[in-house]
């Protein structure tokens, strides 16, 4: 039976209209945060639009695209807020991953072939280490662990091979502060590249750039974002350097959605405020921690008893709310597990968990086995991720965890 219609002779029907309306609204409208733009397709005016865009894009260009994988308004916003904020006045562009390791990874796979050799600081982020140890040494890339808190006497190990040298400054779990600036002239005057892993600093308290570093890798997720709910990372990078970059990103397909982006470009409105909230709070626990007899020492960088102190202070601008610390005397496997369980398990704001950055507290005793190349000598070693919670609630709940702790110990 045919249906009546009820349409002009030149009115689409309803399919087609209801695939059409509302897409032709051009009015302007100022807002106070970037528009999250959700996008898979981009469209274009011409196919002579379209060819240039994608000669554009092929070559890196700022702001071009063809497709939501290479960019959006929000995803670009984002990136150009990285590039100004961590570069620091060096002219610099960034790129999106999905997270802070698939950062790690992708710099790397931008910058090593098999046949290469790469020089690594012994406190690096476990993770990254298992990438080097695993896709990389399958690859036939040569990693090789130096002191974290050395200086430029790392050229001695320097190869005719070597490509990149990869620094974490604090060391993961145990803070060591390594002399940047020496090792950057170094390997510049060698054509090596540097990378940092400036998740301790950025973006408030560290500018790598003004170091003398060729990569910058980011866990946006972190103090970026500042609210425990996104994951993403990024690599900011040189803008000579930014080519091969570039065409290792669009290879891999590595992108991130609208949404996110909108969440670390909000989060970084705040990031100033914040982290010297995390600062001075985390100094004050930290200060505190100091006089238990239970600690055998604290490691942080602002603290004057950290043996790389002013190697901290000529290079930082401050300290975040992430260090550790070392617990007195040597316990065997079993006591020490359960007086850890005792000091970390059923505080009241402090949760027990892997990431840090947000606005909460948190507490991981250090897992080092397999981590570092040099073992570890010294006692249990606690992290503590110090949020914006009032510093004198957190001192009240890490007392009650000695107090547990010491009831089990005797």
């Given at each position: 039976m045919t249906q009546p219609t009820f349409l002009r002779d030149d009115e689409p029907a309803l399919p087609t209209r209801l695939i059409d309306a509302g897409r032709r609204v051009d009015t302007r409208i100022a807002t106070v945060n970037t528009p999250v733009s959700r996008a898979s397709s981009v469209l274009f005016d011409s196919l002579a639009q379209t060819e240039a865009a994608g000669k554009a894009v092929a070559v890196g260009e700022r702001h071009a695209t063809t497709y939501a994988t290479v960019g959006t308004q929000t995803t670009f916003a984002?990136?150009?807020?990285?590039a100004e904020i961590e570069g620091g006045g060096v002219p610099c562009r960034a790129a999106l991953m999905p997270s802070?390791?698939?950062?790690?990874?992708?710099?790397?796979?931008?910058?090593?072939?098999?046949?290469?050799?790469m020089l690594v600081s012994d406190s690096v982020y476990g993770p990254m280490r298992v990438f080097c140890e695993g896709m990389l040494a399958r690859l036939g890339v040569t990693a090789e662990y130096f002191d974290p808190a050395a200086g430029d006497e790392i050229a001695a190990l320097v190869r005719p091979t070597t490509r990149v040298i990869?620094?974490?400054?604090?060391?993961?779990?145990?803070?060591?502060?390594?002399?940047?600036?020496?090792?950057?002239?170094?390997?510049?005057?060698?054509?090596?590249?540097?990378?940092?892993?400036?998740?301790?600093?950025s973006p408030v308290f560290a500018r790598p750039f003004d170091w003398g570093v060729d990569v910058s890798i980011?866990?946006?997720?972190?103090?970026?974002s500042g609210h425990a709910d996104v994951l993403m990372g990024a690599v900011?990078?040189?803008?000579?350097?930014?080519?091969?970059?570039?065409?290792?990103?669009?290879?891999?397909?590595?992108c991130v959605g609208g949404d996110d982006a909108f969440l670390i470009l909000r989060g970084l409105r705040t990031a100033d405020v914040r982290m010297r909230r995390h600062e001075a709070s985390a100094s004050t626990v930290a200060r505190w921690l100091e006089s238990r007899s239970e600690v055998a020492r604290v490691l942080h960088p602002a603290l004057p008893s950290h043996p790389q102190h002013e190697r901290w202070r000529r290079d930082f601008r401050g300290s975040s709310g992430l260090f550790a610390f070392e617990l007195r005397g040597p316990m065997d496997d079993g006591p020490q597990r359960a007086a850890l369980a005792a000091l970390c398990e059923g505080r009241r704001h402090f949760h027990i968990g892997y990431s840090w950055g947000g606005f909460e507290s948190l507490i991981m005793p250090a897992r080092l086995t397999g981590l570092r190349r040099t073992?570890?000598?010294?006692g249990a070693l606690i992290?503590?991720?110090?949020?914006?919670?009032d510093p004198r609630d957190l001192?009240?709940?890490?007392?009650?965890?000695?107090?547990?702790?010491l009831a089990v110990t005797g």
């Open positions: 984002l990136m150009d807020a990285l802070g390791l698939a950062a790690i990874t992708t710099a790397l796979l931008a910058f090593l072939s098999p046949g290469d050799h990869y620094l974490e400054s604090p060391g993961s779990y145990t803070f060591e502060i390594q002399d940047v600036p020496a090792i950057c002239a170094m390997a510049r005057a060698r054509g090596i590249v540097t990378m940092i892993d400036n998740a301790w600093g980011l866990p946006l997720t972190k103090y970026w900011v990078i040189r803008e000579a350097l930014w080519p091969k970059l570039w065409g290792t990103v669009r290879q891999l397909g590595l073992p570890w000598q010294g992290r503590l991720h110090i949020g914006l919670e001192i009240t709940d890490l007392e009650a965890g000695f107090d547990a702790m």
